[in-house]
């Protein structure tokens, strides 16, 4: 029987994907029916995935289809695996609509509530689960004969609560924003003093920051907030040491913050990086200190109600860190009883581990506790939806959650990209997916449990790369990004629990959906309320030769902006600066004279179409006020105003493509000559007010900025 591919090869020789050969049916069909797409197009026509990748995709659901042989028996055995279901292993149910259930017209079936009580379903020509059925996650159980069923039940809100009113806001990097008292770095204090000062001084309505997802231990460690070892838990790294109660009872620590301040004072006066990891070592010396002064009764009982709430997750997330201190963070080359949390070593690990198991926790609730400050202080500040959270598409494979979660992720496989117009290469972003048919036997609660987390201090959500609830590019480890292909989500059921979730927490929900999208996808968003991500540059009509947009034009349910943090500042879209920039470090696909007259270009249609709508005088350069202006007009729900932007910083904080020839993730704001500037002084900046300003129709709240004794 010829195989596919030598799985000893795997990684060290890599295939091109046009020397594959065509995969036989047996294995198409074998793909199709574990929604493994057998061909992607590029936007250059249709592309053929190869046997090679697709048997490895399959293998990592847990399917041997080496052979055409091996295919064909998987295939049949999955066939009578599902003809023997009663129920699938999650039902999805939308609160006010009749659902339809495919059960032999002699079964039994009831719901059992998730508060206890019970549902009986009667048969009436067919099965229906009732269109007044309780939000909630429930259980559905059936019996016919012989053959019983149990499955998940998500009875969700048709649409996701909408920002109550149009309002902007702030999109800031926290750990750029450093205030008169940061360690070096922007904290949660900071991020309480920044919505405090955007709401009541400026009338913002949100204020939306980078994940603050834990990181990965270890140094050097990786700056990016968008491979994590945790998106369950916040890092530590984040907290204002100064605020936590028991720091008034220890004398040393006050002799750290004296030593925090040079840090701080090296990045703001002498142009020194962002330093993460002499921040957490400084922090993690303060807190092993804080950590044994006893708690007050009152402490000591909010710290237990938040160990018995976080349950489970909160107990393994404590264990691998403390795992990880002695045998390193990379899990996947611990002795091999700790490589699974269920392991009976971990059980006996854990027994000498106590006191590092309870620091951990410890610290998860201190994170957590200053971040329901920072969401209070934005909401006490007068910000509708108060703070953003933003929740990055996957984890780092070797990190908390991986080890925690190994159950319902692939193995040996990677998320990424396919080849497009932008990138002819494709993306490999080194982070493991969700395994669809594990996450739906699960019942969707791992899944569930993330964005309750997310939302839990939050007004809403931001999604990175939302396209993954529909569809994500798989790539087997040590292939290329070219060798990838697309793998099917129950986009019903990601959409049911995101539903559920972010109407229990009250919060709206943003999707990035810049990219490539699949057609009908930011429809689907739209219809259960998903705002989706609109930047100004790439607002233009591609049906009329890419003209510029009109803002009429514009969707409503959006987050509009003029950049990201992964895209060139408005400063350098200004000047040509991002241009030169990427030449500097070899980045441009055409020769230099080409990509400035194409960003010269740019600029003038949008300099055309400012004139043409009374925003810019005749002849007058394009503004940052005037852009900002421009989205004003649009119908947009929600402006996103970059921090940077108000005091002119031309420098993106991340440069994709790139690793150590750019200091991705490490800069502070700064003004338009690479000056740091504190959250001070971006406050009493003349550009913050005047973005204010142009921006205050959407709220209303010009009185705010207008200074004392003078008629509004």
Known sequence: MAAYLDREQVGTEQVPAEDNPAAPPELLALAHAYGVDTSYDAGAGPVQVGPRTLSAVLAALGVDADTPELAADALERHRADQARRLLPPTVVAWHGRRTALDLPPDAEARVELEDGGAWQLTHDHSWWLPEDLPLGRHTLHAAAGERTGRAALIVAPPRIPEPPHRSWGFLAQLYSVLGEHSWGMGDLADLAELAQWAGAELGAGFLQINPLHAGMPGEPSDPSPYRPSSRRFADPVHLRIEAIPEY??????????????????????????IDRDAVRALKQEALELLHTVPRGVGREAAYRAFVRREGEWLERYAVWNALAEVHGPAWHSWPKGLRHPANPQVAAEKAALTDRIEFHRWQAWLVDEQLHAAQRAATDAGMPLGLIHDLAVGVHPDGADAWALQDVLATGISTGAPPDAFNAHGQDWGLPPWRPDALAEAGYAPYAELLRSAARHAGAIRIDHV????????????ARPTEGTYVRYDAEAMLAVLALEAHRAGAAVIGEDLGTVEPGVRER???????????LWFERDWNADGEVLPPDRWRAGCLATLTTHDLPSTAARLTGDHVALRHQLGLLARPLAEEQHAAAAELADWQHELVRLGLLADGAPVTTEALYAYLLATPARLVGVWLPDTVGDPRPQNLPGTWDQYPNWRLPVADATGTPRTLDAVAASPGAAAIASTLAPMTGHADRRTPPGEPL
């Not at 008034?248 to 840090?263: E, G, K, S």
């Not at 396209?467 to 040590?478: H, I, K, S």
Request: aromatic share 6%.
């Open 525 to 535: 968003l739209a219809e259960h309320g998903v705002l989706g991500t609109s930047v």
């Open 467 to 478: 396209m993954g609830l529909f569809r994500l590019w798989w790539v087997p480890v040590g």
């Open 248 to 273: 008034t009872r220890h004398d040393h620590v006050r002799d750290l913050a004296r030593r925090a301040r040079l840090l701080r004072e090296e990045v703001l006066d002498h142009d020194a990086l």
